[in-house]
């Protein structure tokens, strides 16, 4: 079993920053690869950045220089640095995890992803 609990979402103004916070415990195996997902509404999830436990990193092309993953082994908490933001980058934010690593970029499907937070949301203003 993995936990994940999300936090530092809220309300900025575009070209604004933020820095989302996952706190993450539970079997290590099934946090092989880890990401972040974005929900806006009526838009399907889909995949923002992911890392693996080996330090991999791939990031979607939608925030690929304005985003930067990364990862606190130490006190097992994964970060998402969001700068320059735009009015499109509203959504629900949530972190996520599974074991299987051979495949873990963006581009996977969510639906793939055994382990979620409960999201945290992000509100960006023009």
């Known amino acids: 079993q993995v936990q994940l609990a999300e936090s530092g979402g809220g309300s900025v103004q575009a070209g604004g920053s933020l820095r989302l916070s996952c706190a993450h415990s539970?079997?290590?195996?099934?946090?092989?690869?880890m990401g972040w997902f974005r929900q806006a509404p009526g838009k399907e999830r889909e995949g923002v950045a992911h890392i693996t436990a080996d330090g991999t990193i791939t990031y979607a092309d939608s925030v690929q220089g304005r985003f930067t993953i990364s990862q606190d082994k130490a006190k097992n908490i994964m970060s998402l640095q969001m700068n320059n933001l735009k009015p499109e980058d509203t959504a629900m934010y949530y972190c996520a995890a599974d074991p299987y690593s051979v495949v873990c970029r963006p581009s996977r499907s969510p639906r793939s992803f055994n382990y979620w937070g409960q999201g945290t949301q992000v509100t960006v203003s023009s």
């Open positions: 539970g079997d290590t195996f099934s946090r092989n690869c």
